[in-house]
């Protein structure tokens, strides 16, 4: 079952340029994070942002949550070549009201051109 | 340095045969999670345990199963009846589950790599 989906399914920058990425969900949540997937390796989570929250920053990264539009998304500014990797949201599953295990979306495929 | 460790990376297996896949933790985490990823693809949850001596399926497990005999170690057995085992797996753990009041923040390993032969 699919909670969250990420869009663009790939994106193509300069290095230098931001590059925003959009999660939309379906259900009600009480946070929302992000990861990053280099090439062949394990997920990093990267930020979490909580549903009474509207944006959130950590170093380079800015996430902002519009609960009415159930949507994310995800800004990298002044983007490097290092950042290029797949970027994921995930959002708990609602289980009968509660929340569960995270669901995550199939990511946006990030890539910095130097 | 606290972390998850997979093995192996990479593992080649012939039709018919079962493999074990190995996750470790010296996190302290009680919850632990095996995902499955496929190519172009997001995480799919396999199994997950949120205390030892339990575990619960998650959206694709049949063909796969698990054990939590300790608190550390949450091995991941894909038997010959996964149809389509060729895949990245991932092993996670959490402080706690989302059900008990944790954000569900997860830390991965790096993977196993299964190809079947």
């Known amino acids: 079952s699919q909670q969250g989906e990420e869009d663009p399914q790939a994106l193509s920058i300069q290095e230098g340029e931001n590059a925003t990425m959009n999660c939309s969900y379906k259900t009600s949540i009480n946070n929302l994070q992000w990861y990053r997937q280099n090439s062949g390796r394990g997920l990093v989570h990267l930020i979490l942002?909580?549903?009474?929250?509207r944006e959130k920053h950590s170093g380079r990264l800015r996430v902002t949550l519009d609960t009415s539009k159930k949507s994310s998304s995800l800004l990298i500014t002044a983007s490097r070549a290092a950042d290029t990797a797949s970027y994921f949201c995930a959002t708990p599953m609602n289980y009968g009201g509660s929340q569960g295990n995270l669901i995550f979306g199939k990511g946006t495929k990030l890539s910095v051109k130097p | 340095d606290g972390g998850i460790t997979q093995s192996p990376k990479y593992l080649f297996r012939k039709e018919g045969q079962n493999v074990t896949l190995s996750c470790e933790q010296n996190l302290n985490h009680d919850a632990m999670y095996w995902y499955r990823q496929d190519p172009g693809q997001g995480l799919r949850l396999i199994y997950y345990s949120q205390i030892v001596n339990d575990f619960q399926k998650g959206d694709i497990a049949e063909g796969y199963s698990v054990s939590r005999e300790k608190k550390e170690s949450f091995p991941l057995t894909v038997t010959s009846a996964q149809k389509n085992p060729t895949a990245f797996y991932l092993c996670?753990?959490?402080?706690?589950?989302?059900?008990?009041?944790?954000?569900?923040?997860?830390?991965f390993g790096e993977g196993s790599r299964l190809t079947v032969l």
């Open positions: 996670a753990s959490s402080e706690g589950s989302p059900t008990s009041g944790s954000t569900g923040e997860l830390f």
């Open positions: 942002i909580r549903s009474n929250e």
